[in-house]
């Protein structure tokens, strides 16, 4: 039996902990919009979904992304009779989708699964170009073979949706300078919509090729006018290599700020599960910046520390700043949160900067 065949595979840490933010998103985000008078169901699509079963490295069985939303959408669903939810799976092999409809909980009469052996792609494409008023939408696009379709995920940046996206740019930066065989010259051309020859510069750099994903979500946007909020947190695996970014694209700022919340909460208050190895305790001179001392920042895997030194850099010597501006801030940050941890984020800019939090506003130290 081959790889792609084996029904129940391994999960390792790094893709437990992926299970684990997508799981803890998925939970927020339904809550907060099937309260909303205006949202008449949720429609979830993990269109390449595999068994939904797998076994950790220490042996351990492990639920993926589909058993586990499935099982808390279809609690909740009956406690909001009035709102629909369906939910959407597919894998190439019979077998798999045959053990994840053994895995899935009982329908009712307001929650739905649809399991198939279509194509991945062409579900999300049938489903995009067909999508029904009221309902919201939430596409979880994870690639085996780590090879993007933006046809199919076009529908989705255009409409009331949102999008969680597995970048494998671990892929591209080690084979991209390598390409021999016509089609991975096109699974690389297809992923980032351009010639094999313009990636070859990128070399082993994963903000080129992250820059280049952001860059494509953007310009398939029709409603330029309209902010469009995109978070990438990378995963590392034990050896603390880069493996994938998850990246979620939303036209909806609360649902960006909530998604970089799950995040650090999934990572234990860190952007990343990289391990810095104690580093980001240790102390340095800002020579180019306040020639004060600093801790050590790593831009892979941020803490909440640098959160702190970010904006004692962006208020510096500032009095009385209203606290609304300070969150303001962040919520628009790429990375950084401040649902979650603003009580964290407070004490660490008065232990470690000095600043003056009152109830409402905060007065930072003139470091220059």
Same mark, same amino acid.
């Given at each position: ?6 029904? %129940? ?12 933010? #997508?799981?803890?998103?998925?939970? $927020?985000?339904?809550?907060?919009? *099937? ?35 499935? +099982? /808390?959408?279809?609690? %909740?669903?009956?406690? &909001?009779?009035?709102?629909? %939810?369906? *939910?959407? @799976? ?33 579900? $999300? ?11 919201? &939408?939430?596409?979880? /696009? !994870? ?43 096109? +699974? &690389? ?38 902010? &469009? ?9 034990? +050896?603390?290599? #880069?493996? /994938? ?13 909530? /998604? ?24 340095? *001179? ?17 803490? #909440?520390? !640098? #959160? ?30 401040? !649902? ?21 506003? %905060?007065? @930072?130290?003139?470091?220059?």
């Amino acid at each position: 039996m081959s790889s792609s065949d084996e029904i %129940i595979g391994h999960a390792n840490p790094h893709t437990v902990k992926k299970f684990d933010l #997508i799981e803890k998103y998925v939970e $927020a985000w339904a809550h907060i919009l *099937l309260l909303n008078q205006y949202c008449t169901g949720l429609v979830f699509i993990d269109c390449m979904s595999n068994s939904g079963e797998y076994v950790d490295d220490d042996g351990k069985q492990v639920f993926g992304t589909p058993v586990r939303v499935a +099982k /808390y959408l279809r609690q %909740i669903a009956g406690q &909001y009779f009035g709102k629909q %939810i369906d *939910l959407y @799976f597919s894998d190439l092999s019979a077998a798999k989708t045959a053990h994840l409809e053994s895995l899935m909980p009982g329908e009712t009469r307001n929650f739905h699964y649809h399991i198939t052996t279509e194509d991945g792609n062409e579900l $999300a494409k049938r489903i995009g170009n067909s999508m029904i008023n009221g309902r919201h &939408y939430l596409l979880v /696009y !994870d690639p085996f073979q780590a090879t993007i379709d933006w046809n199919a995920l076009f529908p989705y940046i255009n409409n009331w949706c949102e999008i969680i996206i597995n970048h494998m740019v671990s892929d591209s930066m080690r084979a991209v300078k390598m390409v021999k065989k016509d089609a991975t010259r096109n +699974k &690389y051309e297809q992923t980032y919509l351009t010639e094999l020859e313009n990636l070859i510069p990128y070399g082993s750099d994963k903000t080129a090729y992250e820059k280049r994903i952001e860059e494509i979500i953007k310009a398939l946007r029709r409603k330029t006018s309209r902010q &469009y909020y995109i978070a990438a947190f990378p995963f590392f695996n034990e +050896k603390n290599a #880069i493996v /994938y970014d998850l990246i979620h694209c939303t036209s909806n700022l609360k649902g960006f700020q909530l /998604y970089k919340k799950c995040a650090w909460q999934t990572f234990g208050g860190k952007s990343s599960t990289k391990n810095t190895h104690g580093l980001e305790n240790q102390l340095m *001179l800002d020579f180019e910046g306040m020639g004060t001392p600093k801790t050590h920042a790593d831009e892979f895997c941020f803490y #909440i520390k !640098d #959160i702190a030194e970010y904006l004692q850099k962006s208020f510096n010597g500032q009095s009385d700043v209203p606290m609304s501006d300070v969150w303001a801030l962040l919520d628009n940050h790429p990375i950084f949160p401040s !649902d979650g941890f603003r009580p964290q984020i407070k004490n660490e800019l008065k232990q470690n900067h000095g600043a003056s939090v009152g109830r409402s506003t %905060i007065s @930072f130290v003139d470091r220059s």
